[in-house]
C-alpha cells in the first residue's frame, strides 16, 4: 500500500512538471480551488456614463435645470411677447398724453413668477431693446419700473410659493416700481423732456402718482389672474 502510494506521487510530480506540448496535466479540484483566487468581474463605470455625456442639445444642465435648452425657448418667447406688447401704448390719465401705459410688464411678471427673479430681469431688460434705439431715456425709464416691478415680486413668490406669497410679491413689487418711478422721473425726464426738476415734481400728485397707481394695479391685477391658467400650461408643455 505504502509503496503504490510513493508511485503515485512520483509519477504525479513527474506529470507536473513535463512542459512537453502534448503532455496531460492532471487537475484537483480541490487544490486549484484554493491555489487559484477566484477574480470578481471588474465594475462596468455606469455612473460615468450615465452622467458625464452631454445631450447634444443641453447648455450645461438638464432640462430641470438652470439654463437648459427649453428654459432659454421659453424666456425668448417672453422676451418676444413683451417686445410685441412693448408697441401697444395708449394714455391712461387725461391731459398727460406722454405718460403711456403699455401690458409688456404683465410678461415680466408672469415669467418672473413662473422662472425666478433671472427671468423677470431678463424680460424686463430685453423686451424693451426695440425703445432703446427711439427713446433712450425712456427706455431707461421703462427699465428701471420693470425690474423695480417684477424683480422683487419673483423674489418673494420663490420664497413663499403660495396666493398670499403671490399678492406680497405684487404689493412690494409694485410699491418699489412706484418710488423708482417717481424718483426715476424727478432725475432722468428733465434731462430729456426740457423740464425743471420743480416742474416735474409738481406733476407727480395730480399726473405722475395716478398714472403709475393705475398702471401697476393693471399689471398686478391681470397677473394675479392669468399666473395659474399660465402656469399649469407651461407644465404641461414641460410633460
Not at 153 to 159: E, F, G, K, M
Request: hydrophobic share 55%.
Amino acid at each position: 500500500m505504502s509503496i503504490f502510494s510513493h508511485t503515485h506521487i512520483h509519477v504525479r510530480a513527474i506529470v507536473k512538471n513535463d512542459d512537453l506540448p502534448g503532455s496531460v496535466q492532471p487537475t484537483d479540484t480541490a487544490a486549484d480551488s484554493q491555489a487559484t483566487p477566484a477574480t470578481a468581474p471588474a465594475a462596468t463605470p455606469v455612473a460615468d456614463a450615465a452622467v458625464s455625456p452631454k445631450d447634444a442639445h443641453s447648455t450645461g444642465v438638464g432640462d430641470s435645470g438652470r439654463w437648459s435648452t427649453r428654459r432659454i425657448a421659453m424666456y425668448a418667447c417672453f422676451v418676444a411677447l413683451s417686445m410685441a406688447l412693448s408697441f401697444v401704448e395708449f394714455p391712461l390719465i387725461p391731459g398727460v398724453p406722454w405718460l403711456k401705459y403699455d401690458p409688456s410688464g404683465i410678461v415680466a411678471l408672469v415669467a418672473g413668477f413662473a422662472y425666478g427673479p433671472a427671468a423677470a430681469l431678463i424680460v424686463s431688460i430685453l423686451g424693451f431693446v426695440p425703445h432703446l434705439f427711439i427713446s433712450p431715456w425712456g427706455t431707461l425709464m421703462a427699465w428701471l419700473v420693470a425690474i423695480g416691478l417684477s424683480v422683487p415680486a419673483a423674489v418673494i413668490y420663490r420664497r413663499m410659493h403660495t396666493c398670499p406669497g403671490a399678492v406680497l410679491g405684487l404689493v412690494v413689487g409694485a410699491i418699489v416700481a412706484l418710488a423708482l418711478a417717481i424718483l426715476g422721473n424727478l432725475v432722468i425726464t428733465p434731462m430729456y423732456a426740457h423740464m425743471t426738476v420743480a416742474q416735474v415734481a409738481a406733476l407727480i400728485v395730480p399726473a405722475l402718482l395716478p398714472f403709475n397707481l393705475a398702471k401697476y394695479a393693471i399689471n398686478c391685477v391681470v397677473t394675479f389672474l392669468i399666473y395659474k391658467p399660465v402656469s399649469e400650461l407651461l407644465n404641461k408643455s414641460a410633460r
